[in-house]
């Protein structure tokens, strides 16, 4: 509670966002690799099989994350040999992502351990409780882009 005795929204969406991403991080295997970095490659992943080129901005968008933290991100995962960044003929600064064979064995193997924390996540709320939950979620995610604070 806050000094006026209000609930106070923004701290308790951060404190529980935080824990949930440990959480989630515990269920991921021994692979060097956080949540974030196994989000993004899944994400690259998923556009490459749907045949869509991923590029950094695409990142920043879906995530919502600036361009140097992606920046930073896609080092990592590009020095972990998980994924190549690939100039386009059409525009040099441009470099299109791309799986590596290394990028997809772990992804299968990190995807079970995500797909069992969300698993876990889920039985922790009716069907009714999960549809009331993204609502609000969704309802506050646009108040605060209506802002653009992000």
Excluded at 1 to 8: A, L, N, R, T
Excluded at 33 to 39: D, K, L, N
Excluded at 99 to 124: F, N, Q
């Amino acid at each position: 509670m806050s000094d006026k005795g209000k609930y106070e929204i923004g701290l308790d969406l951060f404190i529980t966002g935080r824990m949930v991403r440990r959480y989630m991080d515990s269920f991921v295997p021994d692979e060097e690799i956080t949540g974030g970095q196994c989000r993004t490659l899944g994400f690259i992943k998923k556009r490459t099989e749907q045949g869509i080129d991923t590029y950094q901005r695409d990142i920043e968008k879906e995530f919502n994350i600036r361009r140097s933290s992606v920046t930073s991100l896609l080092q990592l995962l590009e020095r972990k040999g998980l994924i190549e960044r690939q100039s386009v003929d059409e525009d040099a600064r441009l470099k299109k992502l791309i799986i590596t064979p290394l990028g997809y064995e772990t992804d299968k193997k990190v995807m079970d351990g995500i797909y069992e924390s969300e698993e876990h996540l889920r039985s922790a709320l009716t069907e009714e409780e999960q549809e009331t939950l993204r609502c609000l979620m969704d309802k506050i995610k646009k108040s605060v882009e209506e802002d653009n604070i992000c």
